[in-house]
């Protein structure tokens, strides 16, 4: 038995499961509910690899918690992130 491409995997436990639970679709457009967590990257696969910690928390359309993480390099390889969350 194979493996599921992320695409695959990301439609069932995003649109397949509210389709088993009965719930309608939604979409990310203007009039959809939008309880979303967004999280930077230039693709699914992308984000899925990297589990990028930058990330914007929307409830009801609004922004309820912003996640920015900032990586710095210093001396030796050493590096210190800082995280900033509002």
Known sequence: ??????????ELV????RRVMGLPEVAVEAGSPADLVAVRGSSLREVLAT???DRIVF???????????????S???RVEKEVASR
């Open 14 to 17: 995003s649109t397949g499961a």
């Open 75 to 77: 001396g030796a390889g």
């Open 59 to 73: 409830r009801r359309g609004r922004v309820v918690s912003r996640t920015e993480v900032v990586t710095k390099g």
């Open 1 to 10: 038995c194979g493996q599921l491409e992320p695409e695959e995997a990301y």
């Open 51 to 53: 589990a990028a910690e």
